[in-house]
């Protein structure tokens, strides 16, 4: 009878526990959309092996600081607990010294020595797939290493651009022409050439099983590279998914790379606007809105662009952060709010969950710090959680419902979830009403960051925010009182006191 009373209260507890704030609905084939990516530098990460720590000097900036394949196998449960389900790599191939970067290649069928061996990177990706994250990896296609083989070596002369620097930057045939910071610029158009390319990226997807290119310099290359490359690649794996790096902020300009098979681009005209709207309050967010209202009319599947606040080769967002004597933890916070919650694929780079600090490279690329305080990390963890349980916040559609100088609410719908977006980046609290017409009457708003519940009250829902604060809610049929939860705890409660009263009961028989 103790047993099964006993069980009987495990049972109802585990119920009670597992009752959802949200009845959200799954998503059931996993898209691109759905990602969210955690970009890393190799190098600067985590040293797992110390035996490859080859010319190794953390105190060099310039220098190998020891991260490598193992650091990162080591690091994939802090990943997956954050809720990153993806993860980009800078280049891993075999690369001159001190390319600790990774983007002055040597050998493009081999791995570097100072990250690990052919094995580890396979083990790598076994381990990252069994964790549900995806694995991306950064090619270069455009140019190689200085000290390169191929470069004195007379029978691929014909595999490099004549060697001149880039002065015209708004000339096309120069950008894809010139040697870019004096790198010997790969003849693409070569048809020997194209074939290796294509050939070694083909070859790493047969071998490691990844599941996606970063595509560097793509706008050093012609798009009809691209346009090849880009069907061999996808012929090798089932929604394999390229990601175009085009440094411009012309989307019109990017987009026509759309074209060339190239799924999505990290998005550098929207993330002009993102660091300027949350480095401080009082900013506009309008400009975010008219992006994406941008992206939808330029881009053939405007969902796989890839927002971020900041990379490699840009300063941290946290140096603008504190260039204007603002909390870095709650500007990182609103804004990874905003980028968790609009469309698109959320990149953050290594180091952001603790608000890591850099001016230009190679001062943006400093070593990642594991032992930093986790409260960044925790909402982190929370906004992914919430992007992987709710639908509408990755497949939904997007609309404005209210924005001035910084406090923003915006809708996400899909099917039949709402989720609504509110965001105050100002200097004061913020009273925000939303009208019926903006969202269904006789409903409630509830909050899924900090419990507010907002009731539909004369066919309006007013909102109030705290400055330097975000709220993701849900609409949902008002609540009233819980009677099953209500008895749910009565049944625990008495079912654990009838417990005791027999334990209490057994122990006087047994003394008797």
């Given at each position: 009878?103790?047993?099964?009373?006993?069980?009987?209260?495990?049972?109802?507890?585990?119920?009670?526990?597992?009752?959802?704030?949200?009845?959200?609905?799954?998503?059931?084939?996993?898209?691109?959309?759905?990602?969210?990516?955690?970009?890393?530098m190799?190098?600067?990460?985590?040293d797992?092996?110390?035996?490859?720590?080859?010319?190794?000097?953390?105190?060099?900036?310039?220098?190998?600081h020891?991260?490598?394949?193992?650091?990162?196998?080591?690091?994939l449960?802090?990943?997956?607990?954050?809720g990153?389900?993806?993860?980009w790599?800078?280049?891993?191939?075999?690369?001159?010294?001190?390319?600790?970067?990774?983007?002055?290649?040597?050998?493009?069928?081999?791995?570097?020595?100072?990250?690990?061996?052919?094995?580890?990177?396979?083990?790598?990706?076994?381990?990252?797939?069994?964790?549900?994250?995806?694995?991306?990896?950064?090619?270069?296609?455009?140019?190689?290493g200085?000290?390169?083989?191929?470069?004195?070596?007379?029978?691929?002369?014909?595999?490099?651009?004549?060697?001149?620097?880039?002065?015209?930057?708004?000339?096309?045939?120069?950008?894809?022409?010139?040697?870019?910071?004096?790198?010997?610029?790969?003849?693409?158009?070569?048809?020997?050439?194209?074939?290796?390319?294509?050939?070694?990226?083909?070859?790493?997807?047969?071998?490691?099983?990844i599941d996606?290119?970063?595509?560097?310099?793509?706008?050093?290359?012609p798009?009809?590279?691209?346009?090849?490359?880009?069907?061999?690649?996808?012929?090798?794996?089932?929604?394999?998914?390229?990601?175009?790096?085009?440094?411009?902020?012309?989307?019109?300009?990017?987009?026509?790379?759309?074209?060339?098979?190239?799924?999505?681009?990290?998005?550098?005209?929207?993330?002009?606007?993102?660091?300027?709207?949350?480095?401080?309050?009082d900013?506009?967010?309008?400009?975010?809105?008219?992006?994406?209202?941008?992206?939808?009319?330029?881009?053939?599947?405007?969902?796989?662009?890839?927002?971020?606040?900041?990379?490699?080769?840009?300063?941290?967002?946290?140096?603008?952060?504190?260039?204007?004597?603002?909390?870095?933890?709650?500007?990182?916070?609103?804004?990874?709010?905003?980028?968790?919650?609009?469309?698109?694929?959320?990149?953050?780079?290594?180091?952001?969950?603790?608000?890591?600090?850099?001016?230009?490279?190679?001062?943006?690329?400093?070593?990642?710090?594991?032992?930093?305080?986790?409260?960044?990390?925790?909402?982190?963890?929370?906004?992914?959680?919430?992007?992987?349980?709710?639908?509408?916040?990755?497949?939904?559609?997007?609309?404005?419902?209210?924005?001035?100088?910084?406090?923003?609410?915006?809708?996400?719908?899909?099917?039949?979830?709402?989720?609504?977006?509110?965001?105050?980046?100002?200097?004061?609290?913020?009273?925000?009403?939303?009208?019926?017409?903006?969202?269904?009457?006789?409903?409630?708003?509830r909050?899924?960051?900090?419990?507010?519940?907002?009731?539909?009250?004369?066919?309006?829902?007013?909102?109030?925010?705290?400055?330097?604060?975000?709220?993701?809610?849900?609409?949902?049929?008002?609540?009233?009182?819980?009677?099953?939860?209500?008895?749910?705890?009565a049944?625990?409660?008495?079912?654990?006191?009838?417990?005791?009263?027999?334990?209490?009961?057994?122990?006087?028989?047994?003394?008797?």
């Amino acid at each position: 009878m103790v047993k099964k009373l006993s069980a009987l209260a495990l049972v109802l507890v585990l119920f009670l526990s597992s009752l959802p704030v949200q009845a959200a609905e799954k998503k059931q084939d996993r898209k691109w959309q759905d990602e969210t990516v955690y970009f890393l530098m190799v190098d600067r990460f985590n040293d797992g092996d110390t035996k490859n720590d080859m010319n190794v000097n953390t105190l060099d900036p310039l220098a190998y600081h020891g991260g490598d394949f193992q650091g990162i196998i080591d690091k994939l449960d802090y990943l997956k607990d954050m809720g990153f389900t993806a993860i980009w790599m800078t280049p891993i191939f075999d690369n001159e010294d001190p390319g600790y970067h990774g983007y002055w290649i040597k050998n493009f069928y081999k791995p570097d020595e100072h990250f690990g061996s052919m094995a580890t990177f396979q083990k790598l990706v076994k381990e990252a797939h069994k964790r549900g994250i995806k694995v991306i990896l950064d090619f270069v296609a455009n140019h190689v290493g200085k000290n390169n083989p191929w470069v004195n070596d007379p029978s691929k002369k014909d595999w490099f651009h004549e060697q001149k620097d880039i002065a015209n930057w708004n000339d096309q045939k120069e950008l894809e022409n010139g040697w870019l910071y004096g790198l010997p610029d790969l003849n693409t158009e070569n048809p020997k050439v194209e074939k290796y390319l294509i050939d070694a990226a083909t070859w790493w997807i047969k071998k490691t099983d990844i599941d996606g290119y970063r595509l560097d310099t793509v706008r050093h290359v012609p798009t009809a590279f691209w346009s090849d490359f880009s069907k061999a690649v996808k012929k090798q794996k089932k929604d394999f998914y390229l990601l175009g790096e085009v440094w411009s902020n012309d989307p019109n300009y990017i987009a026509k790379y759309d074209k060339a098979g190239i799924d999505g681009f990290v998005d550098y005209p929207l993330n002009d606007h993102l660091r300027t709207a949350f480095a401080k309050p009082d900013q506009t967010l309008s400009w975010l809105f008219s992006d994406w209202e941008r992206n939808k009319k330029i881009y053939e599947d405007p969902y796989l662009m890839g927002n971020f606040m900041d990379n490699h080769d840009t300063p941290r967002f946290t140096r603008d952060i504190v260039k204007y004597r603002q909390n870095p933890g709650s500007q990182w916070k609103m804004a990874l709010t905003y980028l968790y919650t609009a469309p698109g694929i959320p990149i953050v780079y290594y180091g952001s969950e603790i608000a890591l600090n850099g001016g230009n490279d190679p001062d943006n690329r400093r070593q990642m710090n594991f032992r930093a305080d986790k409260e960044l990390i925790d909402y982190i963890t929370k906004i992914g959680e919430l992007r992987q349980q709710l639908p509408s916040l990755t497949r939904g559609t997007m609309e404005k419902l209210y924005e001035e100088n910084g406090m923003a609410v915006y809708k996400r719908k899909y099917k039949k979830e709402t989720t609504v977006v509110a965001i105050n980046n100002t200097s004061k609290s913020q009273t925000v009403t939303l009208k019926g017409n903006q969202l269904a009457e006789g409903k409630e708003l509830r909050g899924l960051l900090g419990g507010d519940v907002v009731k539909s009250k004369d066919g309006s829902y007013t909102i109030i925010l705290d400055r330097a604060t975000a709220e993701i809610y849900v609409l949902a049929d008002k609540t009233g009182l819980n009677y099953p939860l209500i008895i749910s705890v009565a049944a625990v409660w008495a079912a654990f006191a009838v417990f005791i009263f027999l334990i209490v009961k057994r122990k006087r028989a047994t003394k008797q």
